[in-house]
């Protein structure tokens, strides 16, 4: 029997593999638009791979996967990060755990991963056609099964339902000079979020030479990029320096007070933020009067510091890329698809997997975690459903 993958990339390289591994009968072909396969694997993680996450400080599936969640939350009873773990790690790949719960391969190198897929491929005799571009399912029709891990034009001409792709995961671009030449300060825990909406994000935020990027910020993107594109990417954007509530801020300020009363503004800085974005916030918020003495502070501008501290206002003006990487929400609807063998509901012998898929993740490895995943539960569906059909032709 043959399968057709369609997508050289991280999702259809992995599928490949484990189907053959799970059916090594199986006639395997990856097809691939470009001249080069596994593009994208090769500059993720700044070219290291960022390849997959602990998940040792997620509460929710809900808080990595802004779309596809609960589909996740089912598909790792099949295949989950610890599976993908000892994948690789039984593949010869050694991986190590960052602090942050992110996973990269020991060798801090992309071509570790790229290395070892090619190597499987050719193990397994897996054929790979470069700038093999497939715009319909007929030309696939000597195939017995095919499996789209990109493309979202191959599964509209097919008829599957698409949800429209949008930008995902990307920085912000803020038009504020006075923050902008605070380019490459990092406050280690803030939290931003978009007034009038339930999108909000806490981690490291870096201010740069365009605006802010980071965690944080990165993560509130993913989570409101719908939001963010109906808006053209003019929101108004609030950032709480601190992750603080308005009564523990004051509290901090009014001990600085009592204890440090002749002491200039500039000269202490609560919760230990960078004196730069310190010295930005007394200006903004005090203008002249950010020369005086913490003693000479009145109520009403001991309240605007505070407000300044929680709920620090500015503008969006437009997105960014996050480095070399671009991720998208959309896809085919995930209520098209069987969502224990991602199976199309309307095409028989027809699965989706990887990025084609409704599915996306914030950074940290969870959008490749999301790809081996639903890689994985197609190839094992596929090698069910061949012995299936093997079976029956038995007389």
Known sequence: MRTAVVGGGAAGFFLAINLKELCPQMEVTIFEKSRKVLAKVEVSGGG??????????????????????????????????????????????????????????????????????????????????????????GELADYDFIAITTGGGTAAMAGVPVVEAVPSLFTFSIADEDLQALMGTVVDDATAFIPGTGFRASGPLLITHWGMSGPAILKLSSHAARELYDHHYQMPLSVNWTSRKDPEILQQLQDIISRHPQKQLNTIRPFDLPSRLWNYLLEKTLGERAKNRWQNLNKKELNRLVNALCNDSYQIAGRAAFKDEFVTCGGISLTAVNPTTLESKDLPHVYFAGEVLDIDGITGGFNFQAAWTTAYTVAQAISHRSLSINQDSLP
Not at 69 to 85: G, I, N, S, V
Request: net charge positive; aromatic share 12%; proline share 2%.
């Open 48 to 137: 290291r791979c960022n390849c997959t996450n602990s998940f040792a400080a997620v509460r929710d599936l809900s808080e990595v996967y802004p779309r596809g969640h609960r589909l996740m939350k089912r598909l790792f009873k099949t295949f989950d990060y610890r599976d993908a773990y000892g994948w690789f790690e039984r593949h010869g790949v050694r991986l190590v755990t960052q602090d942050d719960n992110c996973v990269f391969p020991a060798s801090q190198d992309s071509h570790t991963i790229i290395n070892l897929f090619l190597a499987e491929a050719r193990r397994h005799g897996i054929s790979i056609r470069t700038e093999s571009q497939i715009t319909s399912l």
